[in-house]
């Protein structure tokens, strides 16, 4: 195997990581409440800047994660309850719009908070460049795929074990017949949105210290692991773990062979192939209507 | 005359067969009526025959021509009409309008006349407009001319959806359930409705739980239980048919009393 | 004759040319003109648009890629290639069209989000590919177009630009109001609510859903060629995603299934960032906040909502 070939992989498995870590939070909503929340990229911008600003403020690395992440967590709610559920039975199109709304709307905020410049995180453990079989991997990406895996763990031990996740899988499969058997319906959407804009924080933080993180990163993050979340099968966490990585892999082949100036309409022309051909993604399952 | 002939028909969900290995045929001008327990694949079978759903396996045949594997929009220009058990009204427009969308099929109207307003066109649809009213007096909605669709009640929706298949000019017209949720004195109604439109020369066939309503106009009946034919025949030997009787009430004291009267 | 101008459609259109003819009176000095020219252009796009989202109910994410088309085929074959602008014109909004056929009849099988995702990516991978081919459009710095000319005549200045504008507004909306109200129109907004039910009746959906998208794409693409020999310079910000979001919002806000609607749409959320350059760094938050409020306590949009509160003028919309 080639030396450049294993480092596009690497980081075609690096910024896969973040794809899915970003598509598990679309999915984890989209199960709960049939919304595809247009703001989540905007997660991923809050996890990032506001750990740049507590960082810079003297706070010690491990507080400024815990913060920001629960920062985007209580966003992530505040969104629920006072954007979603007011248009609970809205149309497709009215809850693309509001949710598209409020990713403006955070944006808007993010430069009055912030700025529009771009910020620097400090890799969490230095930047020395690791070699692996010729290439060379930055220990933050090494974060990134860690951290990854460890979280699809204990989504998986949450999703299969606490109650909570399994009252989410609940009402994602038939939100009525988890209401009769007692789901507080309220709570576990409410649990839906904190949960993905957590994991959309968490991918942003894991992700700064590489890339930079900005007032407008989380727009074209969040429509990749939007496309990442539909390639996989909308809706399947598995599917949008396989996604993000299929995409990211897709992505760094894709801009090291060919061009790199189009990079990312790779990932959108994927996507338009998938739609047409296999809209279910490579996961999901083909649903039929009833008439 | 044969309309509609339907071979070995069969539709499978995942594993599950709707209906499986259906064989009829239907005469032209006959009320032909397919009954059946819940879940026996009444609806399945009539979404087959609209082209909703493709089947599995097996043809279907109208007249000469076969329409297996056609879009639903040709299964209608080919002269099969449908209402739906759970109206598929068009609340975004007037009871006239909705009727009139069924008039499209024979309506030439390219889309330059739609833009520029053709005079033809100014005419094609006064008389499409006239053609609608006169199809909502015939199922007995006149007095809802001027009406919006979503002021009417439920009983005026289900003949509004038959108005509407009616604009389709149809030779043979599906009604699945016209009587379901209908008081008695309303499924009285939808009886002399079914009647008339027999009568007009449409062959109609009748999916329906209102027994009373399916003996008393049926030439023709056939019964359905788990996808399959459980019976075929008139009104008088399907009712009497041991089979069928016990497809509906289970054998025992209570499938006794109804050797000799109607199910209702 | 009275009463036909008394009816909600003839009334509509003859308000509307009253307003165009009439404007002018409040319009103090170019600058006035030059946002009421980018009123007049925004709003023939959703137009179009508000026939593919508000009366047959779909969605496209990406409309901002036809408008962005149809200005740089313009550009270029007159900039680079010395086309005269109107065969530009046509050729641009031709081509347009055909490409919105080749991308609709496999997209729009989609529905709901599936549409809007495949919308979106067509609209962005549109706004990459123009971006990134500098040789051509000059990329992300834009180039110039040359002004539009008729016979040697050259169209320049605010004042001819607004007439021009306007009364392309107005044969745009009537050819919209025609189409709505056609067979065709009814055909839309049957398989708006029921697919199922409109394919039973005999209406091939999947036809008049391409052919809605192509209508739509082309009022884009023309608005955008306008726009182009209009500012005399083109650059990829018109292309952007963020320009389709506006674009889908000012139909949305204006009225879904109203021609009106989206005039006044795009009127609203043309003139309000102007009115808050002022307040710049809030527009964002302001655009933001409206698209949400909007969607949450008016979700027919404002012409349908307030026509909602005379019961009696019934808008046979």
């Excluded at chain 2, 005469?27 to 009539?46: D, E, Q, R």
């Excluded at chain 3, 005549?153 to 607004?162: D, F, K, N, S, V």
């Excluded at chain 3, 697919?195 to 693409?221: L, N, P, Q």
Aim: aromatic letters at 8%.
């Amino acid at each position: 195997m080639s030396a450049q070939f294993l480092q596009f992989f690497l980081a075609g498995l690096t910024i896969g990581a973040i794809y899915a870590l970003v598509a598990l939070g679309f999915s984890i909503i989209y199960n709960a409440s049939h919304v595809i929340n247009f703001a989540q990229g905007e997660f991923v911008m809050i996890g990032g800047m506001t750990t740049v600003s507590l960082t810079a403020i003297g706070w010690p690395l491990p507080f400024a994660i815990a913060a920001a992440v629960l920062a985007a967590a209580a966003i992530g709610l505040a969104l629920e309850k006072f954007a979603v559920e007011p248009a609970r039975g809205a149309s497709v199109v009215t809850l693309i719009i509001i949710t598209i709304g409020a990713s403006i709307l955070l944006r808007g905020l993010a430069t009055l908070v912030w700025d529009k410049k771009f910020h620097a995180l400090k890799p969490f453990s230095g930047d020395a460049p690791i070699g692996i079989g010729g290439a060379t991997v930055l220990p933050q990406s090494l974060w990134v795929l860690g951290m990854t895996l460890v979280i699809v763990l204990l989504l998986t031990w949450f999703f299969g074990r606490t109650l909570l996740g399994k009252a989410l899988l609940a009402t994602s499969h038939n939100r009525l017949a988890a209401q009769l058997v007692g789901i507080n319906v309220r709570t576990v959407l409410l649990a839906a949105f904190g949960l993905s804009a957590a994991l959309g924080a968490i991918a942003g933080i894991l992700v700064a210290p590489i890339t930079f993180t900005a007032w407008d990163i989380g727009v074209m993050l969040g429509l990749k692991g939007f496309a990442a979340a539909i390639l996989g099968g909308l809706g399947s966490g598995p599917g949008a773990v396989l996604g993000g990585l299929v995409l990211g892999l897709l992505e760094a082949m894709g801009a090291g062979y060919l061009s790199s100036a189009y990079k990312d309409v790779i990932a959108f022309v994927i996507i338009l192939a998938v739609l047409v051909f296999r809209p279910s993604g490579l996961l999901g399952t083909r649903s039929t209507d009833r008439v | 005359m044969t309309l509609l002939r339907v071979e070995g028909l069969s539709k499978e969900f995942g594993g599950v067969h709707a209906v499986a290995d259906l064989e009829f045929s239907i005469s032209a001008g006959a009320v032909f009526s397919i009954i059946g327990p819940n879940g026996a694949g009444k609806t399945t079978l009539l979404n087959l025959l609209t082209g909703i759903y493709t089947p599995t396996s097996g043809r279907i045949f109208l007249g000469e021509e076969e329409l297996t594997h056609r879009a639903p929009f040709e299964y209608a220009a080919c002269g099969i009409g449908r209402t739906f058990q759970n109206l598929q009204v068009f609340f975004n427009m007037s009871a006239l309008e909705n009727v009139m969308v069924g008039r499209f099929l024979h309506e030439r109207c390219s889309l330059a006349a739609a833009l520029f307003r053709s005079p033809a066109l100014a005419r094609a649809e006064r008389a499409c407009r006239e053609e609608a009213e006169r199809l909502l007096r015939f199922v007995g909605l006149g007095e809802y001319v001027g009406a919006h669709s979503d002021s009417l009640p439920y009983g005026a929706l289900k003949r509004l959806d038959i108005a509407r298949a009616l604009a389709t000019r149809p030779k043979l017209l599906l009604l699945d359930e016209p009587a379901a949720g209908l008081n008695p004195s309303e499924a009285q109604e939808i009886d002399a409705l079914i009647s008339r439109l027999a009568e007009s020369g449409i062959t109609v066939v009748l999916v329906e739980h209102n027994m009373r309503l399916v003996m008393g106009v049926s030439d023709h009946i056939l019964v359905l239980d788990y996808g399959r034919r459980l019976a075929e025949g008139s009104a008088d030997a399907v009712r009497r048919d041991p089979k069928v009787i016990e497809a509906y009430l289970g054998s025992g004291p209570a499938a006794a009393g109804t050797q000799s009267g109607g199910a209702h | 004759m009275l009463a036909r101008l008394a009816s909600p459609r003839t009334g509509g259109l003859a308000a509307l040319a009253l307003v165009v003819l009439l404007l002018p009176l409040a319009l103090r000095n170019n600058y006035y003109y030059e946002v009421a020219i980018l009123v007049g252009l925004n709003a023939i796009v959703c137009v179009g648009l508000n026939l593919l989202i508000g009366y047959a109910g779909q969605i496209s994410l990406g409309h901002a890629g036809f408008f962005g088309l149809g200005a740089y085929a313009s550009a270029i074959l007159t900039a680079r290639y010395g086309w005269p602008p109107l065969a530009a014109m046509a050729a641009a909004t031709g081509g347009v069209a055909v490409l919105a056929y080749l991308i609709g009849r496999p997209i729009l099988v989609l529905r709901g989000h599936y549409l809007a995702m495949a919308t979106l990516g067509m609209g962005i991978i549109i706004s990459i590919v123009i971006a990134n081919e500098d040789r051509l459009t000059g990329g992300p710095d834009g180039m110039a177009v040359p002004p539009l000319s008729l016979l040697g005549y050259r169209l320049a200045g605010e004042r001819l630009w607004y007439w021009v504008v306007g009364a392309l507004l107005v044969f745009a909306v009537w050819l919209a109001q025609n189409l709505v109200e056609s067979p065709h129109g009814r055909a839309l907004r049957a398989l708006h609510t029921s697919e199922i039910g409109a394919e039973v009746a005999g209406i091939d959906s999947a036809r008049h859903k391409v052919r809605v998208f192509v209508i739509s794409a082309v009022y884009a693409a023309f608005a955008g060629s306008l726009t182009a020999h209009y500012a005399g310079f083109i650059t990829p910000t018109k292309v952007t995603f963020f320009h389709s979001i506006e674009l889908v919002t000012m139909v949305v806000f204006g009225g879904m299934a109203s021609t009106f609607g989206a005039v006044v749409g795009a009127a609203v959320l043309t003139t309000l960032p102007q009115a808050l350059t002022l307040f710049e760094e809030y527009e964002m938050v302001v655009f933001g906040a409206v698209m949400m409020l909007t969607m949450i306590f008016m979700p027919k949009g404002l012409v349908p909502t307030i026509a909602a509160r005379f019961p009696n003028r019934r808008a046979n919309e």
